[in-house]
Protein backbone atom coordinates (compact mmCIF):
# COMPACT_ATOMS: atom_id res chain seq x y z
CA UNK A 1 0.00 0.00 0.00
CA UNK A 2 1.22 2.92 -1.17
CA UNK A 3 1.09 7.02 1.08
CA UNK A 4 2.12 9.76 -0.39
CA UNK A 5 2.13 11.34 2.65
CA UNK A 6 4.46 9.47 4.77
CA UNK A 7 7.48 10.54 5.76
CA UNK A 8 8.09 6.96 7.37
CA UNK A 9 11.11 5.14 5.61
CA UNK A 10 9.50 3.27 2.51
CA UNK A 11 10.83 0.03 3.71
CA UNK A 12 9.80 0.12 6.80
CA UNK A 13 6.05 1.57 5.99
CA UNK A 14 6.26 -1.50 3.83
CA UNK A 15 7.48 -3.74 6.22
CA UNK A 16 4.69 -2.85 8.77
CA UNK A 17 1.89 -2.73 6.38
CA UNK A 18 3.42 -6.85 5.83
CA UNK A 19 3.02 -7.51 9.03
CA UNK A 20 0.35 -6.17 10.68
CA UNK A 21 -2.94 -8.00 10.75
CA UNK A 22 -5.26 -7.44 7.63
CA UNK A 23 -8.25 -4.89 8.52
CA UNK A 24 -11.58 -5.86 8.10
CA UNK A 25 -13.37 -6.48 5.28
CA UNK A 26 -15.23 -3.16 5.03
CA UNK A 27 -12.16 -1.06 6.22
CA UNK A 28 -9.95 -3.46 3.25
CA UNK A 29 -12.93 -2.31 1.03
CA UNK A 30 -12.25 1.51 2.07
CA UNK A 31 -8.86 1.20 1.58
CA UNK A 32 -9.14 0.11 -2.00
CA UNK A 33 -11.39 3.12 -2.67
CA UNK A 34 -8.95 5.42 -0.81
CA UNK A 35 -5.97 4.34 -2.93
CA UNK A 36 -7.71 3.91 -5.91
CA UNK A 37 -8.71 7.71 -5.78
CA UNK A 38 -5.28 8.77 -4.29
CA UNK A 39 -7.56 10.20 -1.19
CA UNK A 40 -5.93 11.36 1.58
CA UNK A 41 -6.77 8.68 4.23
CA UNK A 42 -4.74 7.97 7.41
CA UNK A 43 -4.13 4.99 6.64
CA UNK A 44 -4.20 1.53 8.90
CA UNK A 45 -1.09 2.32 10.67
CA UNK A 46 -2.22 5.50 12.26
CA UNK A 47 -5.85 4.34 12.43
CA UNK A 48 -4.50 1.45 14.57
CA UNK A 49 -3.34 4.28 17.01
CA UNK A 50 -6.92 6.06 16.87
CA UNK A 51 -8.22 2.43 17.70
CA UNK A 52 -6.19 2.05 20.44
CA UNK A 53 -6.70 5.33 21.85
CA UNK A 54 -10.71 4.98 22.29
CA UNK A 55 -9.36 1.00 23.64
CA UNK A 56 -6.69 2.81 26.33
CA UNK A 57 -9.06 5.66 27.57
CA UNK A 58 -12.38 4.38 27.65
CA UNK A 59 -13.89 6.81 25.69
CA UNK A 60 -17.47 6.94 25.22
CA UNK A 61 -17.78 10.15 23.05
CA UNK A 62 -15.56 11.53 20.09
CA UNK A 63 -15.19 14.45 17.89
CA UNK A 64 -13.95 14.09 14.61
CA UNK A 65 -13.16 17.51 12.00
CA UNK A 66 -12.68 16.00 9.06
CA UNK A 67 -14.35 12.76 8.17
CA UNK A 68 -13.82 12.25 4.63
CA UNK A 69 -15.47 9.03 3.43
CA UNK A 70 -15.21 7.41 6.86
CA UNK A 71 -12.10 5.42 7.06
CA UNK A 72 -11.50 6.50 10.61
CA UNK A 73 -14.79 7.52 12.02
CA UNK A 74 -14.76 3.49 11.58
CA UNK A 75 -11.67 2.46 13.18
CA UNK A 76 -12.54 4.67 15.90
CA UNK A 77 -16.29 3.89 16.05
CA UNK A 78 -15.25 -0.06 16.28
CA UNK A 79 -13.39 0.35 19.09
CA UNK A 80 -16.44 1.94 21.37
CA UNK A 81 -18.03 0.29 24.13
CA UNK A 82 -21.45 -0.20 23.60
CA UNK A 83 -23.49 3.51 23.86
CA UNK A 84 -20.74 5.12 22.89
CA UNK A 85 -20.97 7.69 19.67
CA UNK A 86 -18.33 9.19 17.35
CA UNK A 87 -20.27 12.18 15.57
CA UNK A 88 -18.20 13.17 12.63
CA UNK A 89 -17.86 16.35 10.36
CA UNK A 90 -17.19 16.09 6.23
CA UNK A 91 -17.80 19.54 4.26
CA UNK A 92 -18.16 17.10 0.58
CA UNK A 93 -21.75 15.29 0.90
CA UNK A 94 -20.47 12.54 -1.75
CA UNK A 95 -17.84 11.71 0.67
CA UNK A 96 -20.73 11.76 3.44
CA UNK A 97 -22.91 9.67 2.10
CA UNK A 98 -20.56 6.94 0.97
CA UNK A 99 -19.49 7.14 4.46
CA UNK A 100 -22.93 6.52 6.32
CA UNK A 101 -23.62 3.43 3.18
CA UNK A 102 -19.86 1.90 4.69
CA UNK A 103 -20.99 2.80 8.08
CA UNK A 104 -24.55 0.97 7.42
CA UNK A 105 -22.73 -2.44 5.92
CA UNK A 106 -20.42 -2.46 8.60
CA UNK A 107 -23.07 -2.71 11.43
CA UNK A 108 -22.27 1.27 12.72
CA UNK A 109 -24.99 3.41 12.06
CA UNK A 110 -25.85 3.02 15.66
CA UNK A 111 -22.56 4.65 17.02
CA UNK A 112 -21.79 6.90 14.14
CA UNK A 113 -23.19 10.40 13.79
CA UNK A 114 -21.86 11.98 10.70
CA UNK A 115 -22.58 15.82 9.97
CA UNK A 116 -22.42 17.36 6.56
CA UNK A 117 -21.05 20.95 6.98
CA UNK A 118 -17.90 23.11 8.18
CA UNK A 119 -16.68 20.91 11.34
CA UNK A 120 -15.45 24.18 13.61
CA UNK A 121 -18.94 25.52 12.73
CA UNK A 122 -20.12 21.71 14.05
CA UNK A 123 -17.80 21.88 17.41
CA UNK A 124 -18.67 25.61 18.06
CA UNK A 125 -22.43 24.62 18.82
CA UNK A 126 -21.37 21.81 20.85
CA UNK A 127 -21.11 22.00 24.69
CA UNK A 128 -18.60 18.72 25.06
CA UNK A 129 -17.26 17.48 27.35
CA UNK A 130 -15.83 14.91 24.70
CA UNK A 131 -13.71 11.74 25.89
CA UNK A 132 -11.80 12.69 22.66
CA UNK A 133 -11.24 14.61 19.80
CA UNK A 134 -9.52 14.07 16.40
CA UNK A 135 -8.68 16.91 14.03
CA UNK A 136 -8.03 16.28 10.76
CA UNK A 137 -9.65 18.91 8.28
CA UNK A 138 -7.72 22.03 6.41
CA UNK A 139 -4.58 22.69 8.21
CA UNK A 140 -5.00 26.60 7.90
CA UNK A 141 -7.88 25.67 10.51
CA UNK A 142 -6.16 24.15 13.19
CA UNK A 143 -5.50 26.72 15.49
CA UNK A 144 -8.86 27.42 15.23
CA UNK A 145 -9.54 24.30 16.10
CA UNK A 146 -7.43 23.77 19.25
CA UNK A 147 -9.38 26.89 20.57
CA UNK A 148 -12.42 25.18 20.25
CA UNK A 149 -11.41 21.60 21.25
CA UNK A 150 -9.74 22.21 24.67
CA UNK A 151 -12.81 23.89 26.51
CA UNK A 152 -14.80 20.67 25.42
CA UNK A 153 -12.20 18.07 26.42
CA UNK A 154 -13.12 16.49 29.79
CA UNK A 155 -10.15 16.65 31.93
CA UNK A 156 -8.26 14.03 31.02
CA UNK A 157 -9.29 14.08 27.37
CA UNK A 158 -7.37 13.33 24.28
CA UNK A 159 -6.83 15.47 21.61
CA UNK A 160 -5.85 14.26 18.35
CA UNK A 161 -4.25 15.33 15.23
CA UNK A 162 -2.93 14.54 11.89
CA UNK A 163 -0.15 15.91 9.52
CA UNK A 164 1.73 17.46 12.39
CA UNK A 165 5.42 17.13 10.23
CA UNK A 166 3.31 17.99 6.72
CA UNK A 167 6.00 15.79 4.64
CA UNK A 168 8.43 17.64 6.05
CA UNK A 169 7.43 21.03 5.24
CA UNK A 170 7.54 22.17 8.53
CA UNK A 171 11.34 22.16 8.19
CA UNK A 172 11.14 25.05 6.54
CA UNK A 173 11.03 28.31 9.36
CA UNK A 174 10.36 31.10 6.75
CA UNK A 175 7.55 29.05 5.13
CA UNK A 176 5.36 31.28 3.50
CA UNK A 177 2.64 28.16 2.54
CA UNK A 178 -0.24 29.24 4.58
CA UNK A 179 -0.93 25.59 5.87
CA UNK A 180 2.67 24.90 6.88
CA UNK A 181 2.70 28.54 9.03
CA UNK A 182 -0.79 27.14 10.66
CA UNK A 183 0.81 23.71 11.44
CA UNK A 184 3.68 25.12 13.20
CA UNK A 185 1.90 27.62 14.90
CA UNK A 186 -0.42 24.63 16.24
CA UNK A 187 2.98 22.83 17.63
CA UNK A 188 4.19 25.34 18.96
CA UNK A 189 1.05 26.39 21.14
CA UNK A 190 0.18 22.56 21.94
CA UNK A 191 3.78 21.52 23.10
CA UNK A 192 3.49 25.23 24.98
CA UNK A 193 -0.12 24.41 26.70
CA UNK A 194 0.42 23.72 30.57
CA UNK A 195 -3.10 22.37 30.32
CA UNK A 196 -2.05 19.20 27.65
CA UNK A 197 0.86 16.93 27.85
CA UNK A 198 1.51 16.62 24.15
CA UNK A 199 3.23 13.62 22.29
CA UNK A 200 4.54 13.57 18.34
CA UNK A 201 4.35 10.48 16.75
CA UNK A 202 6.76 10.81 13.41
CA UNK A 203 4.89 7.96 11.84
CA UNK A 204 3.39 8.44 8.37
CA UNK A 205 2.64 12.58 8.45
CA UNK A 206 3.10 12.54 11.92
CA UNK A 207 0.19 12.25 14.67
CA UNK A 208 0.57 14.54 17.52
CA UNK A 209 -1.58 12.96 20.55
CA UNK A 210 -2.26 15.42 23.43
CA UNK A 211 -3.93 14.76 27.03
CA UNK A 212 -5.63 17.37 28.76
CA UNK A 213 -4.56 17.78 32.88
CA UNK A 214 -7.10 16.71 35.02
C1 LIG B 1 -7.30 14.44 4.93
S1 LIG B 1 -9.00 14.00 4.71
C2 LIG B 1 -9.11 12.80 5.99
C3 LIG B 1 -10.41 12.14 6.21
C4 LIG B 1 -10.42 11.07 7.31
N1 LIG B 1 -10.09 11.61 8.61
C5 LIG B 1 -9.52 9.91 6.97
O1 LIG B 1 -8.36 9.88 7.41
O2 LIG B 1 -9.95 9.05 6.22
C6 LIG B 1 -9.76 15.45 5.35
C7 LIG B 1 -11.24 15.60 5.06
O3 LIG B 1 -11.71 16.73 5.76
C8 LIG B 1 -12.60 17.47 4.94
N2 LIG B 1 -12.49 18.86 5.42
C9 LIG B 1 -11.43 19.70 5.33
N3 LIG B 1 -11.68 20.86 5.97
C10 LIG B 1 -12.96 20.75 6.47
C11 LIG B 1 -13.78 21.60 7.25
N4 LIG B 1 -13.36 22.81 7.67
N5 LIG B 1 -15.02 21.15 7.57
C12 LIG B 1 -15.46 19.92 7.19
N6 LIG B 1 -14.70 19.07 6.47
C13 LIG B 1 -13.47 19.47 6.11
C14 LIG B 1 -12.15 17.24 3.51
O4 LIG B 1 -13.26 17.32 2.62
C15 LIG B 1 -11.60 15.81 3.59
O5 LIG B 1 -12.56 14.87 3.23
Given at each position: MTDSFSITNPAIHAYLDRVRPPSDEILREMEE???????????????RILHALVKMSGARSIFELGSGFGYTMYWMAKALPARGMVVGTEGDPTN????????????????????CGDALGYLRAEPGPFDMIYCDIDKEGYPDALDLAKPRLRPGGIFVADNLLRSGQVLNDVSRETATVAIQEFTRRLYADPDFFTVIIPIRDGMSISVKAG
Open positions: HAEARKFPYLGPQCAVAAAKEYFRRGGLSNRTDLR
